[in-house]
C-alpha cells in the first residue's frame, strides 16, 4: 500500500479523492452563502453559520476538510514539480493550444491563486466568526449567535473597500471556475472513469459545474454591492 501511495498513480489518485471532496464543499458553501440573497434579514444565513460553529462540525468536519485542503496543495505541489523534471526541453517548447486547454496547463498558477484568494476569505470571515469572534451578536429564539450576515455585508458594501473587495472576490470566482473547468473531470479521469465516451461526459459536466460554482459566487458579491 506504501508504495503505490508514493507512486505517481497514487499520488494522482489522492490529489484526485482530496479534489473531488472540495469540490463538493464547494456546492454546500454556495448554497450556504446564497441565502444572503433570499433573505434580506441574514437570518438564514446566520443559522447555517451558526450549525457550522457547532462542536461536531468545528471539531469534527473542519479538521478534515482543513485537512483535504493541505492534502491537495502538497499533492500539487510534489505532482507538478515531478512532472516539470520528468519533461523533456523540446517537449516543453512545444504549441500545445491544440491539444490541451488553457486551464490545463496553467493549474498550477491558478491553484496557487485561488490558494491566495482562499487565504483572504478565512482571514475576513472565518477568523472573525469562529476563532477570534469579532462578530456582533444578536439573539435568535432565545440563543446568541454571531451576525455573520452584517460581517459579510459591510465588507462588500463599505465604500472604496467593499468596491474593491467585490471586484477581487469576482476575479477570485473566476480563477476559482477556470481550476474547476480541468480539474473536475480530470480527478474523474485519475480514479479510472478515463474511456473517450466518459471523458466526454465528464468534461462537459466539469465545465457546467465551474459556470454554476463561478457564476455563483460571482453573483453574490455584486448582489450584496448594489442591493443589500
Request: glycine residues 10%; contains cysteine; hydrophobic residues 55%.
Amino acid at each position: 500500500m506504501s508504495s503505490f501511495l508514493s507512486s505517481s498513480i497514487g499520488k494522482k489518485l489522492i490529489m484526485s479523492l482530496s479534489g473531488l471532496f472540495l469540490v463538493l464543499f464547494l456546492l454546500v458553501h454556495l448554497i450556504l452563502n446564497s441565502f444572503l440573497m433570499f433573505d434580506s434579514t441574514g437570518e438564514l444565513f446566520n443559522a447555517g453559520a451558526h450549525f457550522m460553529a457547532m462542536p461536531v462540525i468545528r471539531f469534527g468536519l473542519q479538521p478534515v476538510l482543513f485537512g483535504g485542503f493541505i492534502v491537495h496543495i502538497i499533492y500539487a505541489i510534489i505532482l507538478t514539480l515531478q512532472n516539470q523534471k520528468a519533461r523533456p526541453q523540446k517537449y516543453a517548447s512545444q504549441n500545445l493550444g491544440n491539444s490541451s486547454t488553457w486551464s490545463s496547463r496553467n493549474m498550477f498558477v491558478l491553484g496557487g491563486l485561488v490558494l491566495v484568494f482562499i487565504v483572504m476569505h478565512l482571514m475576513h470571515f472565518f477568523v472573525p466568526m469562529q476563532i477570534t469572534g469579532e462578530v456582533p451578536m444578536k439573539m435568535v429564539d432565545g440563543v446568541e449567535i454571531h451576525d455573520g450576515a452584517a460581517l459579510v455585508k459591510a465588507l462588500f458594501t463599505t465604500g472604496t473597500f467593499g468596491i474593491v473587495y467585490t471586484c477581487i472576490y469576482v476575479v477570485g470566482a473566476i480563477l476559482l471556475g477556470l481550476h474547476l473547468a480541468h480539474g473536475f473531470w480530470s480527478s474523474f479521469q485519475s480514479i479510472g472513469m478515463s474511456n473517450n465516451i466518459w471523458r466526454a461526459r465528464l468534461e462537459r459536466a466539469g465545465y457546467i459545474y465551474a459556470i454554476f460554482i463561478a457564476g455563483g459566487f460571482t453573483i453574490i458579491p455584486l448582489y450584496l454591492h448594489f442591493f443589500a
